[in-house]
């Protein structure tokens, strides 16, 4: 049951409304019917809004209806206004209309079917117009989403379009390129002094004029005959198995052959092949260049090669004819050895152990092959690992930063900033506690170092050479040395041998020192008994004590060997050798007399039996030879 209808007369005079009442109820509806006589009530009811229809009259008191209706209307008054007036005014009619009333009613002519009417037309009315404004503000929002739909479908169209245009320009342009790129490749080809083909098969498709002329022959003849029927045995097949491997999808290869010309001349050609798309199919692009000078190069180069390796030989020969190499002096096997070796090791950047007594000269070796090497321009370094306190090893090894401890007032490089593109030589090296390894393996492994009191790593460019008197290997095993530290810095091994094994080298040295210490001036010379004395001795102290020896000799003019408290002074004699040297004889010649004498006498112990001998004076059989023919003791 729908809810009753709710109307507010305005009228001044109640009996008015009394009437307007009754009439409304004689109409028969459901209909609640209120009152209100000034135009002060009836606009706080206005604004109330609970009223369905509000019947007005044009006069009340001081103000009329048509103010309240234009009050009504401007404060958004949603239900009907229906204006009544006494007596038919038809501009007042028009005004109220005009003013927003939804109808108006005479007073005179009024009845109760015509004021339902009014009623049930004023609210259709209104109803109506709420649905038509409702539908109009749905149509209005479909409106604007359709609006806004088109709106961004314009503008998407208008994206498309942009960016098809730009697609079209930037086509152009790249066709435009790709002209202008085959009119330079064109170019490039026809220019070229490099021959290029395309192959598809065994077959050119396309040879530039390089590669005609290269073969003595037309483009169009290269394109009739096969390519490989221009190649000969091998690098026919050569040839062909590399195009089967770039029709295959290999990446690209190359290989070089004799190639047969038309008139039977052959030339060295290099082949370059690339898989390549040609019209669609898959081919091979082949760049061709004729090295026939260069290969004519290559045989000069090796001649000249062959001939250095032969001045070489001859320079090693005659290294060893003068039993010396650099500062190092010797001339028995085991020092030609140890001559090979430092060759060898100075054509390469391995870290190098030199191992060997005391006094054998491991330094020596180390500066040879510096010398001989690529960095002998660079610093050569030389530390002794047994002379640096651990708590100070960083710091002489790696630099540091002023300020970076107490005393620190200087920036210092350190041994490894010094020895930077030359040689760092690690005397001693045994002498390295387990933590110094660890601090220098980092550096010498290509880790780099960082200076004392610095956070910057620097990269080092710098050759290990190590010495040592100690047994590295039973180091590593008994805990002493680390086997990474081992094996990183042991990459090349050279063993000195002491001078008791090589005791044919002995009158070489005391010839060497005694010009070392004599210099340009006459030097003296040595008795015989003193060279057999010499010659006799063990020298567990090598060629140091050697030089120690002669030197102090040349000063006070006796020879002490200082092995202990008891041996001072005591002169040594080669039992059963008389003093084959005269006074006023040079020093070569001195020791040629005392090594003739020396072979004879072994020679006599051993009965005249040459390979004993040899052995026995620990020297190859053929040096052996070869003085005993020049003694003439055979």
């Not at 259709?124 to 359709?146: I, Y």
């Not at 396309?206 to 009739?224: C, D, H, I, R, W």
Request: some cysteine; charged content about 30%; overall charge neutral.
């Amino acid at each position: 049951m729908s809810d009753p209808v709710r109307i507010l007369v305005v009228d001044d005079d109640e009996d008015d409304f009394l009437l307007t009442r009754e009439m409304i109820q004689e109409a028969g509806g459901r209909f609640v019917v209120d009152w209100v006589s000034t135009y002060g009530e009836a606009v706080r009811e206005l604004n109330d809004g609970r009223y369905h229809v509000y019947l007005i009259d044009y006069r009340l008191g001081q103000r009329n209806g048509l103010d309240l209706v234009q009050t009504a209307i401007v404060g958004g008054c949603k239900a009907p206004l229906i204006m009544m007036t006494g007596a038919g005014d038809r501009r007042v009619d028009m005004a109220a209309l005009a003013a927003g009333a939804a109808d108006y009613l005479v007073k005179e002519r009024l009845s109760s079917e015509l004021l339902e009417r009014s009623i049930r037309y004023a609210l259709e009315r209104k109803r109506n117009e709420q649905l038509l404004h409702q539908a109009g503000e749905r149509l209005e929002a479909r409106v604007a989403a359709r609006t806004a739909e088109l709106t961004e479908t314009n503008r998407r169209l208008k994206c498309q379009i942009e960016d098809r245009k730009q697609a079209e320009q930037k086509l152009l342009e790249r066709e435009i390129q790709l002209q202008a790129s085959e009119e330079r490749y064109r170019i490039i080809c026809e220019k070229s002094w490099d021959g290029i083909a395309i192959l598809q098969g065994v077959r050119a498709v396309f040879v530039n004029p390089a590669l005609a002329g290269m073969m003595k022959t037309s483009p169009a003849a290269l394109l009739e005959s096969t390519t490989i029927n221009r190649f000969q045995g091998f690098y026919r097949e050569k040839f062909e198995s590399c195009l089967k491997l770039i029709d295959q999808g290999k990446r690209a290869m190359s290989f070089e052959g004799p190639s047969i010309l038309s008139h039977g001349r052959e030339i060295w050609t290099q082949w370059k092949l690339s898989p390549v798309e040609w019209e669609g199919k898959r081919a091979c692009l082949a760049t061709v260049r004729d090295i026939t000078e260069t290969k004519a190069r290559e045989t000069a180069v090796e001649i000249e090669a062959e001939h250095l390796r032969t001045s070489y030989n001859r320079l090693k020969a005659s290294l060893k004819e003068h039993y010396r190499f650099g500062d190092i002096v010797g001339k028995s096997s085991a020092m030609q050895e140890v001559y090979d070796l430092i060759l060898n090791a100075s054509k390469t950047d391995a870290n190098v152990v030199i191992e060997g007594e005391s006094g054998t000269g491991k330094e020596l070796v180390a500066r040879a092959i510096h010398d001989f090497s690529d960095r002998a321009k660079a610093p050569f370094v030389p530390v002794n690992c047994g002379a640096i306190p651990e708590a100070l090893f960083e710091s002489e090894f790696f630099g540091h930063k002023r300020g970076a401890f107490t005393g620190a007032s200087v920036e210092t490089h350190g041994f490894f900033g010094l020895s930077q593109g030359g040689t760092l030589f690690l005397d001693e090296v045994g002498e390295l506690t387990l933590g110094m390894q660890v601090k220098l393996l980092r550096a010498i492994e290509g880790g780099g170092y960082s200076q004392v009191g610095s956070s910057i790593t620097l990269k080092r460019d710098v050759r290990i050479m190590a010495a040592t008197n100690r047994d590295l290997a039973a180091l590593v095993k008994g805990g002493s040395m680390r086997e990474d530290f081992f094996y990183r810095v042991h990459v090349v091994g050279i063993r000195l041998p002491p001078l008791r094994d090589r005791k044919d080298d002995i009158p070489l040295l005391i010839d060497h020192f005694t010009r070392l210490y004599y210099g340009s001036k006459k030097p003296r010379i040595l008795p015989g008994h003193l060279l057999g004395s010499l010659c006799s001795h063990d020298w567990p102290g090598n060629v140091r004590e050697l030089q120690n020896v002669l030197h102090r000799y040349f000063a006070v003019n006796r020879i002490d060997f200082l092995e202990g408290p008891s041996s001072l002074a005591r002169p040594y004699a080669v039992q059963g050798l008389e003093d084959p040297v005269a006074d006023g004889v040079g020093l070569r010649q001195a020791l040629e007399a005392f090594e003739k004498q020396y072979i004879s006498k072994v020679l006599e112990e051993n009965r005249w039996h040459k390979g004993k001998t040899a052995a026995v004076l620990e020297i190859p059989e053929r040096t052996f030879y070869r003085k005993l023919k020049r003694y003439r003791l055979i």
